[in-house]
């Protein structure tokens, strides 16, 4: 970005928001105030360039062609318009210092694009050209809203247009990089909004600086220091060497494992739920791994095995269930775990008891066959999507279940495929890094997944993976989490937040014998001797 003087500014919305006035109306006011700048629109209108032609040929294509044009076809000339106008006007008049306005960009053809049937992966693909020119220049995107009245769209199709900036909207808001503008209101308020922006130079200077490249921060080594020092603790534990460390940090508070199958309540429900020598239904393996889940709490498990015996789908009785777990209540005992808050769900399903509601949770999944739609999913996101369509689960909830589904034989997707950031990898990514640029915490959490083994050869850190197996990024995404708790004793003063651990390290005598989902194929890899 040093070699840009200049600056971008993009402007982005449905038809009919009042883009082009409030664009029109700024470049009045920065001509007035006599400051050097520039204006285009995608695909473009100027006369003689690729951009004209693509307009012409989208808007009356009878003219030209004997068929009609494929959307994905009209994309693609859209975006080849754009490079077009990009290296032969915007990169040239940034370069020279202009301010530059753009009407459109990336962001259309990908909403627009969706609306006319194109696939997201198709339409992700097209658009990558124009992302690697521009996704380190703008300073910003105004996304512009106002109360349609009128439109050439039917509803359908302008829902899936507002979805999708709200889905880009939602990616990029933790970099700051866009702005939502109401146009509803008076329109000089508007452009004097957006102009105060555009105007203050000097903080976007400092901003562009700051956002145009993952910066890491002072302390980011020690995300890959802490990696080691719990994976070296898991290896001393197997293998009798004590102490299991020096870090006083880590002997005083309770750390997940640096590989998450490798946690105690992974063993368990890898060991005794899914894979206990019992050929299951995949009905009631599902049953099993979510009702462990619900609760994932070992004891919770082993107390409902000896009241009820034999936990399968075919033997679930709500009555049954519900009077079990209102005893341990009436008894004081927990029963659920501490590691994460399950919502209580009273809104969706009316109990005032937390379990109850849990529970018509599972029975509306079972009642759906969710089984059969896991059995036809393509991808481990649509998995997550599938959990997510439920009442009371969330982003977190649903990716951590299709993790804990995937350990079993009812999917088989690569855990490299997909992830989604939790609130604590979220605080992790922020405080290992001082920007991630426009990149997404997922983004980051891919970047140090695929860099692992470089990182830790930089550092001269000898890392002990899982007998073969790397980490994944599931396991990336749970240590950004562990290391923004570790830090909030190492480092008090880095970023703001809490500065506590709430859980204390308690030795558990009970040894276990590592077991993984045997499609991982390293369980003959562990040698016990």
Same mark, same amino acid.
């Given at each position: 970005?040093?070699?840009?003087?200049?600056?971008?500014?993009?402007?982005?919305?449905?038809?009919?928001?009042?883009?082009?006035?409030?664009?029109?109306?700024?470049c009045?006011?920065?001509?007035?105030?006599?400051?050097?700048?520039?204006?285009?629109?995608?695909?473009?209108?100027?006369?003689?360039?690729?951009?004209?032609?693509?307009?012409q040929?989208?808007n009356k294509s009878?003219?030209?062609?004997?068929?009609?044009?494929?959307?994905?076809?009209?994309?693609?000339?859209?975006?080849?318009?754009?490079?077009?106008?990009?290296?032969?006007?915007?990169?040239?008049?940034?370069?020279?210092?202009?301010?530059?306005?753009?009407?459109?960009?990336?962001?259309?053809?990908?909403?627009?694009?969706?609306?006319?049937?194109?696939?997201?992966?198709?339409?992700?693909?097209?658009i990558?050209p124009?992302?690697?020119i521009?996704?380190?220049?703008?300073?910003?995107?105004?996304?512009?809203?106002?109360?349609l009245?009128?439109?050439?769209?039917?509803?359908?199709?302008?829902?899936?247009?507002?979805?999708?900036?709200?889905?880009?909207?939602?990616?990029?808001?933790?970099?700051?990089?866009?702005?939502?503008?109401?146009?509803?209101?008076?329109?000089?308020?508007?452009?004097?909004?957006?102009?105060?922006?555009?105007?203050?130079?000097?903080?976007?200077?400092?901003?562009?600086?700051?956002?145009?490249?993952?910066?890491?921060?002072?302390?980011?080594?020690?995300?890959?220091?802490f990696?080691?020092?719990?994976?070296?603790?898991?290896?001393?534990?197997?293998?009798?060497?004590?102490?299991?460390?020096?870090?006083?940090?880590?002997?005083?508070?309770?750390?997940?494992?640096?590989?998450?199958?490798?946690?105690?309540?992974?063993?368990?429900?890898?060991?005794?739920?899914?894979y206990?020598?019992?050929?299951?239904?995949?009905?009631?393996?599902?049953?099993?791994?979510?009702?462990?889940?619900?609760?994932?709490?070992?004891?919770?498990?082993?107390?409902?095995?000896?009241?009820?015996?034999?936990?399968?789908?075919?033997n679930?009785s709500?009555?049954k269930?519900d009077?079990?777990?209102?005893?341990?209540?009436?008894?004081?005992?927990?029963?659920?775990?501490?590691?994460?808050?399950?919502?209580?769900?009273?809104?969706?399903?009316?109990?005032?008891?937390?379990?109850?509601?849990?529970?018509?949770?599972?029975?509306?999944?079972?009642?759906?066959n969710?089984?059969r739609?896991?059995?036809?999913?393509?991808?481990?996101?649509?998995?997550?999507?599938l959990?997510?369509?439920?009442?009371?689960?969330?982003?977190?909830?649903?990716?951590?279940?299709?993790?804990? &589904?995937?350990?079993?034989? !009812?999917?088989?997707?690569?855990?490299?495929?997909?992830? $989604? @950031?939790? =609130?604590?990898?979220? +605080? %992790?990514?922020?405080?290992?890094?001082?920007s991630?640029?426009?990149?997404?915490?997922?983004?980051?959490?891919?970047?140090?997944t695929?860099?692992?083994?470089?990182?830790?050869?930089?550092?001269?850190?000898?890392?002990?993976?899982?007998?073969?197996?790397?980490?994944?990024? &599931?396991?990336?995404?749970? !240590?950004?989490?562990?290391f923004?708790?570790?830090?909030? $004793? @190492?480092? =008090?003063?880095e970023? +703001? %937040?809490?500065?506590?651990?709430k859980?204390?390290?308690?030795?558990?005598?009970?040894?276990?014998?590592?077991f993984?989902?045997?499609?991982?194929?390293?369980?003959?890899k562990?040698?016990?001797?």
């Open positions: 970005m040093t070699k840009y003087r200049g600056q971008l500014y993009i402007f982005e919305g449905i038809d009919n928001v009042g883009k082009t006035t409030i664009i029109s109306e700024l009045s006011k920065l001509n007035k105030d006599g400051i050097s700048f520039s204006n285009y629109s995608f695909p473009g209108k100027e006369p003689q360039t690729l951009g004209d032609l693509v307009c040929l989208h009878e003219k030209y062609l004997k068929n009609e044009l494929d959307p994905l076809s009209i994309q693609l000339l859209h975006i080849a318009a754009h490079i077009d106008t990009i290296n032969s006007n915007i990169l040239p008049d940034l370069k020279a210092g202009k301010i530059v306005l753009l009407d459109r960009s990336w962001w259309s053809t990908y909403a627009y694009g969706l609306a006319s049937g194109i696939s997201k992966k198709a339409i992700t693909q097209i990558k124009e992302i690697d521009l996704k380190y220049v703008p300073c910003k995107i105004f996304l512009i809203k106002r109360n009245h009128s439109s050439e769209y039917n509803e359908e199709k302008i829902n899936t247009i507002l979805n999708s900036y709200e889905e880009l909207n939602e990616k990029y808001r933790k970099s700051n990089l866009v702005e939502v503008v109401d146009n509803n209101n008076d329109l000089s308020l508007t452009i004097n909004k957006i102009y105060k922006t555009i105007g203050n130079h000097e903080k976007y200077k400092l901003n562009i600086q700051k956002s145009i490249k993952v910066i890491p921060s002072s302390i980011y080594k020690i995300y890959w220091e990696a080691k020092k719990r994976q070296d603790i898991f290896f001393n534990r197997i293998n009798g060497e004590y102490p299991w460390t020096s870090d006083p940090i880590l002997k005083k508070y309770k750390f997940t494992n640096s590989y998450r199958a490798s946690d105690r309540v992974s063993q368990f429900l890898l060991k005794h739920v899914i206990n020598n019992v050929a299951y239904s995949p009905e009631d393996t599902f049953f099993r791994i979510i009702l462990f889940k619900l609760f994932n709490k070992i004891e919770t498990w082993l107390r409902l095995e000896e009241s009820l015996g034999e936990i399968t789908y075919h679930y709500y009555e269930y009077e079990f777990f209102t005893r341990l209540l009436v008894s004081k005992e927990k029963i659920y775990s501490a590691a994460y808050i399950m919502p209580s769900g009273k809104g969706s399903y009316g109990y005032d008891k937390k379990h109850r509601n849990n529970l018509k949770l599972l029975e509306m999944m079972m009642k759906d969710i089984t739609k896991i059995a036809k999913a393509k991808k481990l996101e649509q998995v997550y999507q959990f997510l369509s439920y009442p009371t689960i969330g982003k977190f909830l649903a990716f951590q279940y299709s993790i804990d &589904i995937n350990y079993s034989e !009812l999917c088989d997707f690569n855990e490299n495929s997909f992830v $989604v @950031a939790g =609130p604590g990898a979220i +605080n %992790g990514i922020h405080k290992c890094f001082n991630i640029g426009f990149y997404s915490p997922e983004d980051i959490i891919r970047f140090m695929d860099k692992q083994i470089e990182e830790f050869e930089r550092l001269k850190l000898d890392f002990k993976d899982l007998w073969g197996r790397p980490l994944h990024l &599931i396991d990336c995404q749970n !240590l950004f989490c562990e923004d708790k570790y830090t909030r $004793v @190492a480092f =008090p003063d970023k +703001n %937040g809490r500065r506590r651990i859980q204390l390290f308690t030795a558990n005598s009970n040894k276990i014998e590592y993984y989902p045997p499609k991982w194929e390293i369980n003959y562990i040698d016990w001797r």
